[in-house]
């Protein structure tokens, strides 16, 4: 078969003649890929720079798809760590940590989704208590995942969503997605009185947005959810003390290792049926896994997905 092989953190990868896989235990099953998505966390995991690496090479990249098992189903998988990914012709997969989609579902549509939307989905179901008629901020609003994150806080029930980024362009056009209000960081203080906020950039728009946003809230004490799942502006955030002193704020993480497994895999089907119905919009750009070195480097706003 083909895959996609990366010999080294700093190496591109290589599309390249591969050995068939074979299951090692009897959990496993070997599965004919049929999309799997260019994900900020894939490159981060092949590189190194992503926590949950294991820094092991040679490896065939690619943390989820869409996949073809034996008996004709297809399906979501998420794969664990393991040296053969989703960016090859075959893989394996452990079927508990999958879940079989609607027939007539479009394989790219969910490869490119589920792993963006997942991160803002999870957040507010696992992570904390939101209910409907809360208000929440999204700070990254304007990439893939940060949009998603707009249109699922919506989707939950959220009385008042407003969109942070630094692209006014791109901003606009989430109103169209379910944004009441869109601002740019030196406007923070507008977003002051939210419930909870989203968070993909971390670094110092994160430490930056803190005290101006606490320090106009019109009660101190009524609680903020601060949930961190991404750190595209920074992997550390000099945040103030007083931001900790002076409001009830609680600053949790989302991701891998502080929401169990399970808890992913609970919410699978329900995200894959919102997905499937339509309910979030999806930008997603088909690219043949033999060009993956190309699509490795690519800038663009659409989720790149690879198709053998």
């Given at each position: 078969?083909?895959?996609?092989?990366?010999?080294?953190?700093?190496?591109?990868?290589?599309?390249?003649?591969?050995?068939?896989?074979?299951?090692?235990?009897?959990?496993?099953?070997?599965?004919?890929?049929?999309?799997?998505?260019?994900?900020?966390?894939?490159?981060?995991?092949?590189?190194?720079?992503?926590?949950?690496?294991d820094g092991v090479y040679p490896l065939v990249p690619g943390v989820d798809g869409v996949v073809r098992d034996e008996e004709g189903n297809v399906r979501y998988a998420a794969l664990d760590d393991t040296p053969l990914g989703t960016f090859a012709d075959r893989t394996l997969i452990d079927p508990r940590r999958s879940v079989i989609l609607p027939r007539g579902i479009d394989p790219v549509r969910i490869a490119a989704a589920m792993n963006p939307a997942m991160s803002?989905?999870?957040?507010?179901?696992?992570?904390?208590?939101?209910?409907a008629g809360q208000r929440v901020l999204v700070l990254g609003a304007t990439g893939n995942a940060g949009r998603m994150a707009v249109q699922i806080a919506k989707l939950f029930g959220a009385a008042q969503v407003i969109a942070a980024g630094?692209?006014?362009?791109?901003?606009?056009?989430?109103?169209?997605?379910?944004?009441?209000?869109?601002?740019?960081?030196?406007?923070?203080?507008?977003?002051?009185?939210?419930?909870?906020?989203?968070?993909?950039?971390?670094?110092?728009?994160?430490?930056?947005?803190?005290?101006?946003?606490?320090?106009?809230?019109?009660?101190r004490t009524t609680p903020l959810a601060w949930i961190q799942i991404g750190s595209v502006a920074g992997q550390t955030a000099p945040i103030p003390?007083?931001?900790?002193?002076?409001?009830r704020l609680r600053i949790v993480g989302s991701g891998i290792g502080s929401v169990p497994a399970r808890d992913f895999l609970a919410e699978l089907p329900e995200l894959a049926a919102a997905l499937t119905a339509?309910?979030?919009?999806?930008?997603?750009?088909?690219?043949?896994?033999?060009?993956?070195?190309?699509?490795?480097?690519?800038?663009t706003d659409d989720r790149i997905v690879l198709v053998p």
């Open positions: 078969m083909h895959a996609a092989v990366i010999q080294a953190a700093d190496a591109p990868p290589v599309y390249r003649d591969h050995p068939d896989p074979a299951p090692r235990h009897g959990d496993e099953m070997v599965v004919e890929v049929l999309a799997a998505g260019l994900h900020p966390l894939t490159r981060a995991k092949a590189n190194g720079s992503h926590y949950s690496g803002s989905w999870v957040a507010l179901r696992r992570r904390v208590d939101f209910h630094r692209d006014t362009t791109r901003l606009k056009a989430l109103t169209a997605l379910g944004a009441d209000e869109t601002i740019t960081f030196d406007q923070i203080g507008r977003a002051a009185d939210v419930d909870v906020v989203i968070d993909y950039l971390w670094g110092e728009p994160a430490a930056g947005a803190m005290i101006p946003m606490l320090t106009a809230r019109a009660d003390s007083a931001a900790l002193r002076s409001a339509g309910a979030i919009d999806v930008r997603a750009r088909a690219v043949p896994l033999a060009q993956v070195a190309q699509a490795w480097i690519a800038e």
